[in-house]
Structures are given as C-alpha cells and as structure tokens.
C-alpha cells in the first residue's frame, strides 16, 4: 500500500516538473534565437472610426507580420518638413509663391492652366525676395531637360517641383531638398508630411469653375447598376444588382447580364470597382466626378491630398484577394451609407477637384497649413461643406465663426445685434433720413459711415441713440467690402446712401437673418437667365415670382466678423476687384456670386414697403443719380463675372418671408412690424 502512494507521489512530481519544463521552453526558445525588430504599421489611411467596436478574429503579432514593412531607406533622401523647409520665411507676409516660368519650347496646356492659376491669386509675388516658395514645373515630355537648375535653387530648399501628369523626370532629376507634388505618386516613394499627392487630370481639364459633379440622385435608383468595373482597355463594364460577380475568371459564377461603356464615358454605378495599379488612378477621379463611390482594390498609389482628405468618408478600400466578400459587403450596405459616401463625393469634387485651378490652391493651402501649424485648418473645414478653400485660417480657425457651420455648433448662436454700413459715393447730402430709420433699430448696435464722396463730409450729424462713425475710403466701391475692424457684430446690413427703408422693414429683414445667417437676406431682387439670342447670361430687374439675386444696396449678409468681407478681399481674383471698381454696377453681381458659390443656396427676399422704388443698382462715384435699367453695353457685367468665376453659381428661388398678417385685413394695432404697409 505504501509502495503505490510513493509511486503516486513520484509520478505526481514528475508530471508537475515536466509541465514545468514545457512552459519554460517557449521563452527559452525565444532567448536563444535574436529578436527581430516587430514590423510596424504604416500610419495612412484609412482610420477607422469604429476600430474599438471592430471583433477581432486573429492574433495582434499575426496582423503585424502581414502589414507591409517599411522601407529600408527613406525615400528620395532624408527630407522631411523640419529639416529640408525654411518656415522662417513665411512668417511675415504668409505663403508667398514665386512661379519660374516655363521653359521655352517645354510649355504644355497644363503648364499653362497651373501658372493663369496662380497669377491673380493672394499667393503671387512677382519678386524672388518676398517669396516664401518657389514653384518649378516639370517637364512633361520624355524631350524636356530635366537637368536644368533655376537661379534660386539652394538644393531644392523651399522649392515645390509640381506636375499634373505623371512625371518623365521624376527619377533623374535631382529633388535635392525640393518637394514633390506628383499625380498619383507610388508608395514606395511618397514622403509623407513633406510631398503632396495630387489628382492625375486629364489634359482637358479645365481652368477654374468646372462642371459640377454629374450626380443627379444621392439615392440608387430601380434598375442603375450596382457595380461598375474598370477595364483596362478603357471605359467601364457595368453588372447588375443580382450579378453573382462582376470579376472575369475571379469566380465560377454567371457574371450576369453586362453593359460596356467605351471611351471617357463616366459611369453610371453605384459602386466603381478600381484596380490598385498605377494606371487605373485616373479611373478614381472619374468615379468622383460620376458621383459613384470608387472601391479601391488595394491601391498602390496615395490618394490625392491624403494628408487632409478624410477618404474613408467617400470611398472605400477593399481586399482584391475577396472579391465575394467585397461583393456582399456592397450589396448589403445601408442605404443612409451609400447615401451619406455618394454626398461626400460631390463635396470633395466640387471643393477641391473640379477645376485646375482648385487643384492648385488646394496644394498651396495643404503647404500654408504646415507653415501655420497649430493655425491651420482644422479638421472639419477640409471635409465639409464648403471646404477649406472658403474658410481662411487668417479669418478664424474655430468652426464657429463661420455662418455655414452655425446650425452644427452646440450653443452657437447668430448675435442680436447688426451693424449698419452706409457708402456714400455719389449723392451729395449724406443720408439723413436713412440714418434715423436704422438708428431707430431695436437691433441696431452702430452706425458706420462709408465716405467715398469727393464732397467733404458735414461737420456734424444727426443725434443717435446709437454710436455713429464717419470712415473716410477711397473712391472705389470694393472699399465697401474691406473688412473694416470697426465692425463689432456678427451681421451688418448694408446700405447705399440713396436707399430707402423703414425702421420695421429693418427689423424684420433682420429677424429673417437670424434664421438664415449663411444667405443674404435682402429686399430689392434681380433673377438671372441664359439669352438666346445674344449666346450668354442676361438678368431682368422686372417684379417677378423668381428671382437669384439680392440688391447690396440695402441687404443683411454675413455672420461673425465680416467673413464674406474677408472673402472679398482676400479670396477673389484681381480681375473680379478691379472690374467692381471700374464698373460700379458689377459690384452686385459680384458679391451675389461669391455668397452663391460659398453656400450653393439662393438669397432670401423680404417684403419693401416702397412698392414705387425700382431695383437700382449701385451708382458711381462720378454719377448725380444711380442708374436705373441698365444700357445693352452692360448686359457683359454678369458674363465678365459669370467668367471670372468659371461658372454660374446663382441659384433661383421663388421663396419670400413675410411677417404674420402682413396684408391681412385687420386692424394695424394687432401688427407687429406696422410699418411696412405705410405709403
């Protein structure tokens, strides 16, 4: 008996040694074989949202050892934004940006659109001195010299080497320490945070404006395909909702019934399924415009302006080793999914993408926002409407200085108060009856007196329970829109000194405002049309139920500190300025158009009690009176802008806000805002 409890204990004993052993060998094994540095993963895109909601089915070793490894050498030399750019030199007067001119015999089309971009934009320095970057364009045919070396070129220091088109010099010509704005540029090559991937256009990209993005209806309709497919011969193969798969030779199934669509023709799919290599990246800008939402089948280049483009957003990127599987997942996606990425893929077409021009700027304002750093952009400005490029670091970084983003702010609110502005150009006695009806204002916070009369002005003024202050400005009408600093409130109503209002349109006209703060809110409209017969835009001053426009000469717009001011000064070609100077009566189209292209929404129009005023537009400085319907010769004023711009932007509405009983027949006293049915 006690012979089997010792061989009990010793079996007992052996066993727990053994298991022992078997524990310690794994880490025995693993001090005897030298570690390997653990691969890490690359920190792009995309960033999942929900990665902490995300199940994971397999080991977090096994997921690094199939991440891709870094390279072994950094990329294009050791450049990086701290080392290779002076930033010191763009401290004072902002991102300036000399352009070399292109090389004689070497100037393209698109060498053209990238430098007509530039000049006439707030980044142009003609002087070498003043510039904080120097812009090279490189070569686009295989015959250019790639070996010339600009007089200013210190080693690449400062300089940005762009191209809308792939690069034929890109690995002979020596960078140095120059960054690379390269369309569609491989990973391997990519230097994050330091070069720029742009967009690959096609040649026949236009200059500024663009079309707008070709999709009509956010939501998939009964009988459009689900899937297109990129072909390598060009064009799009389309395949059904039902298609068990729209890969050839990927499955065994029926690929279904299919449709090929030749030549540039843009596809008309819910989903556009993108190879990952190199040549299909034009495929992808395609799809954007198209308003279908690309699946990139792991993708070997970056996407354009990655580093501030949130992509997962408007675009997917899926396993090309599963093509079932990113086939379900396509067929059971939400509709408010879809819906929500097709959205996202007109914004970003519209904001950044649609024109040369947007490209360009878009490159400048991702290299500004390093410059400023912890002033840049945030976030939310680059991915929603109306995107970085209208909403100005130099104006505000806060979400909530912006009209657009008002309803999206917790607590934010437009202020209870207005300022109003006054020019007074051309008549000679100031505006004394005007002054009384805005003072009168329970709103009113100031009065600002705009003087660009070449009379003197009064030596005193009217009393006014509100502060009254006399701006002396030069003898141009875009002096009216300067972001003046003695403009205190969020809104201001804008006046002309021949305007006539009461003090309740005033009141209303401002009430209406506060629930619209991003539009302009005005009483005197105008709508535009396409003529026929003279082949170009036209605009009726004519009393009718459709209108586009809002007269400046007397309109609240604007919201937190003279935004669309800023925009004015800072934002709009030269050529727009200098046209609302030459041609005072441009000066509403103009501005019309900007607040038009920011918010894609048309104005609002309140009721004016002076039925017998016409629509006036603004007079200059020179004219006794303002002119009424304008001569044939300026008819060219709305095309001249509709040009500078690229496109129409105006939106018609035939929406008009009136006060509870206005014009009903009932007694005065129980009307609020009494004033606007007096004669």
Known sequence: MQLCRRKSLWLALLASWLLVLLRALPLLLHLAVPAQPRPEVPPGWPRWLDAELLQSFSQPRELLEDAP??????????????????????????????????????????????????????????????????????????????????????????????????????????????????ASPAMDTFRPGFDVALPLLPAAHPLRGGAPGQLRQHSPQPGVALIALAEERGGWRVAGAHSACPWDGRCEHNPGTEQTQPGVTLPNATFCLIPGRHPDASRFFQALKAGCIPV???????????????????????????????????????????????????????????????????????????????????????????????????????????????RGQRGSHPGGRFSALIWVGALSQPPLKLIQAVAGSQHCAQILVLWSSERPPPPRWPQTAVPLTVIAAQRKVSDRFFPHSAISTDAVLSLDAHSSLSTSEVDFAFVVWQSFPERMVGFL???????????????????????????????????????????????????????????????????????????????????????QQEARPLAAPGDPEPRLEPQPATHDCINRVAAGFGYMPLVSSRFRLDPVLFKDPVSMLRKKYRGLEKP
């Not at 400046?552 to 004015?568: I, V």
Request: proline share 8%; net charge neutral; with cysteine.
């Open 296 to 406: 990139l089948l792991s993708p070997r280049w970056v996407l354009p302006f990655s580093e501030v483009i949130d992509w997962t957003k408007a675009a997917i990127v899926a396993d090309e080793r599963l093509p079932l599987q990113v086939l379900a997942a396509l067929q059971e996606m939400p509709p408010a999914r879809v819906l929500a990425l097709r959205q996202q893929t007109q914004f970003l077409w519209d904001a950044y993408f649609s024109s040369v021009e947007k490209v360009i700027s878009t490159t400048l304002e991702v290299i500004q926002d390093r410059v400023f750093g912890a002033a840049a952009h945030p976030w939310l400005l680059w991915n929603s409407p109306p995107g970085a490029l209208l909403a100005l670091p130099t104006f505000s970084t806060s979400t909530s200085d912006f009209p657009f983003y008002h």
């Open 525 to 611: 409209t105008w709508s535009h049309f396409w003529d026929e017969a003279r082949g170009g835009w036209g605009y009726t001053a004519e009393k009718t139920n459709e209108y586009s426009m809002v007269l400046t000469s007397a309109a609240f717009y604007h919201r937190y500190r003279r935004y669309y001011h800023t925009l004015f000064t800072h934002t709009l070609p030269k050529a727009l300025r200098t046209l609302a100077d030459e041609v005072p009566f441009c000066v509403d189209f103009v501005m019309n158009f900007l607040v038009a292209a920011v918010t894609k929404l048309p104005p609002i129009k309140v009721p004016y009690g002076r039925q």
């Open 69 to 182: 490894r870094p390279p072994l050498a950094p990329p294009r030399g050791s450049c990086d934004w701290g080392t290779c750019f002076d930033s010191s030199k763009c401290r004072g007067g902002g991102l300036k940006v000399f352009a070399y001119p292109a090389a004689t015999g070497q100037s393209s089309e698109t060498h053209r659109k990238i430098l007509a971009s530039i000049e006439g934009s707030r980044y142009l320095t003609l002087s070498p001195a003043e510039a904080c970057l120097f812009l090279l364009l490189s070569p686009e045919t295989p015959a250019g010299d790639c070996s010339l070396v600009p007089p200013q070129w210190n080693g690449g220091r400062n300089h940005l080497v762009i191209s809308l088109q792939s690069a034929p010099c890109s690995q002979t010509f020596q960078l140095g320490q120059a960054m690379v704005a390269e």
